[in-house]
């Protein structure tokens, strides 16, 4: 499906390391996905169980890492995309998978990437009922708002 979606119009702002990044995430390689992310990365988890703002690729990266080690199989993918635009993009997303002590599992949130010449440079991700917040942020991060 990635591959899929790389060959579509949608994909025509999404810059190759931000490909590259969904698919070393698809293999659980981090070191893969950490190469992809510029140090500047800022990653902000809104959600009311989430882990906050991480303020480095490095924490960000650790943040992954406890989620591949919870649950070995789990996938971050997205459901549809809500907005497509130069600065990024706004999906509906989900993770899901089986624990490392059993038990399936399954979280849907929304998802805000942002790119600046064409890398990625923060992503935000908020509950599913904060989809108009969500969507406000995206368009006060637009370049052309300030």
Request: proline share 3%; glycine share 8%.
């Amino acid at each position: 499906m990635l591959d899929r979606y790389a060959r579509s119009e949608a994909a025509r702002v999404t810059h190759p390391s931000g490909m590259e990044f969904q698919r070393a995430l698809l293999d659980h390689d981090l070191e893969r996905c950490r190469a992809t992310i510029s140090d500047g990365f800022v990653f902000h988890d809104h959600r009311r169980t989430g882990g906050g703002r991480f303020e480095s690729v490095d924490e960000f990266i650790a943040w992954l890492a406890a989620l591949v080690e919870l649950s070995p199989d789990a996938i971050i993918e997205p459901l549809y995309y809500v907005a497509v635009e130069k600065h990024g993009f706004l999906t509906v997303a989900h993770t899901y998978g089986t624990l490392a002590e059993g038990g399936e599992f399954e979280s849907v949130f929304v998802q805000l990437a942002l790119h600046r010449g064409g890398a990625p440079v923060g992503a935000e991700v908020f509950e599913i009922e904060d989809l108009d917040l969500a969507r406000a942020r995206f368009e006060e991060l637009r370049p052309d708002s300030r």
